[in-house]
């Protein structure tokens, strides 16, 4: 007799747990909204995030391009490392260190709105900023097209004969 159970499979667990590919699914991140509430800081001006894959390390670049720039004119102001850790009692939380080059760090507690949509709570300066994903990357595995069975005989014959 089969027992049935129920799926307990924790799908957002396995996307919590690669968040930074989420990150790079787009172009660039625009930022939409900044709380009225917070400490004035320098990442206030950052309007553009870009999340790089790259080896190891993670690259980020950030831009203080005016809201609205077309994504392929952006100037990237700032570059650097990023790093997405977890909080050790709760594996939905994630927070994201961005260690530019030469400048430091600012760290943020990330959280997933949408699918194209994040906030960043700088708690130093007790701000949140919501950023829209632009210009989605579709990444889709090669087309696999399945040979004939003649292909492939004719593909032998010729490995046959030398």
Known sequence: ???????TFDYDLVFY???????QEYVAWENVATSDYGA?????KENFLQF???GGLDNFRSSKDPLGTNIDLIFWD????????????DPYIKYLTLDYDYLGNEYFELHVIND????LYHPQSGTLYRYKGRGYIQYKRAEVKRQSKADIQAQIKEIVKT
């Open 1 to 7: 007799m089969w027992a049935i159970r129920e799926n």
């Open 17 to 23: 747990d690669n968040i930074h590919y989420f990150l």
């Open 40 to 44: 004035e800081n320098p990442f206030d």
């Open 52 to 54: 790089l894959p790259a």
């Open 78 to 89: 700032y570059e650097g490392v990023y790093n997405v850790a977890d909080d050790a009692g």
């Open 116 to 119: 194209s949509t994040i906030e």
